[in-house]
T-cell receptor
Framework: GENVEQHPSTLSVQEGDSAVIKCTYS??????FPWYKQELGKGPQLIID?????GEKKDQRIAVTLNKTAKHFSLHITETQPEDSAVYFC???????????????FGKGTKLTVNP | DTEVTQTPKHLVMGMTNKKSLKCEQH?????MYWYKQKAKKPPELMFV???????INESVPSRFSPECPNSSLLNLHLHALQPEDSALYLC??????????????FGNGTRLTVT
């Protein structure tokens, strides 16, 4: 099955710095890669996603890059703010045998702390 | 605020109790999901409903019983749980069944403690 590795597990940056979180996936059939932000006491919220026919996508201070050949994708947050502090999960879609559906396979998460 | 509403926010139950978790969405989504999340871990898929029919069961023990009364509602019935079942239970929805790589929208979860 699909395996998604996420690094680092914790990341601490100063306010205004950039933060980068990296993920690798194992199955070349994966074609959809979302990133979720989970704040304390809340459910994961989708912040950006990318499909395999695109190499980069940007939304204000957040960008995601995808290297299909290397099976890498990364989240870039610029000009970090204290409210960016949360746990971030990457995920990759994986064709699923049961019923022909896909499922999301999540990375283990990165706890980002932005220090004021 | 999330558009997927889960109740209750917190639940404490004994191992002999029967309780239910509820989830509601009014986005017109036709696929709904239950996930389980332990502390400091990613969400783990439990069940998927597509057009009110169960399409995926990730070999979940029978003490967890899902139900989808209509396209907006999803329940998870709990019976004879074990302390290790204590976790955050997340509901999610998407526009259609997952094979179209459509974004998931999560609720804020029910924090379940089994004593």
């Amino acid at each position: 099955g699909e395996n998604v590795e996420q690094h680092p597990s914790t990341l601490s940056v100063q306010e205004g710095d950039s933060a980068v979180i990296k993920c690798t996936y194992s199955d070349s059939a994966s074609n959809y890669f979302p990133w979720y932000k989970q704040e304390l006491g809340k459910g994961p919220q989708l912040i950006i996603d990318i499909r395999s026919n695109v190499g980069e996508k940007k939304d204000q201070r957040i960008a995601v890059t995808l290297n299909k050949t290397a099976k890498h994708f990364s989240l870039h947050i610029t000009e970090t703010q204290p409210e960016d502090s949360a746990v971030y999960f990457c995920a990759a879609s994986w064709p699923y045998a049961q019923g022909g559906s896909e499922k999301l396979v999540f990375g283990k998460g990165t706890k980002l702390t932005v220090n004021p | 605020d999330t558009e997927v509403t889960q109740t209750p926010k917190h639940l404490v139950m004994g191992m002999t109790n029967k309780k239910s978790l509820k989830c509601e969405q009014h986005m017109g989504h036709r696929a709904m999901y239950w996930y389980k999340q332990k502390a400091k871990k990613p969400p783990e898929l439990m069940f998927v409903y597509s057009y009110e029919k169960l399409s995926i069961n990730e070999s979940v023990p029978s003490r967890f019983s899902p139900e989808c009364p209509n396209s907006s509602l999803l329940n998870l019935h709990l019976h004879a749980l074990q302390p290790e079942d204590s976790a955050l239970y997340l509901c999610a929805s998407s526009q259609d069944r997952w094979d179209r790589s459509i974004p998931l929208h999560f609720g804020n979860g029910t924090r379940l403690t089994v004593t």
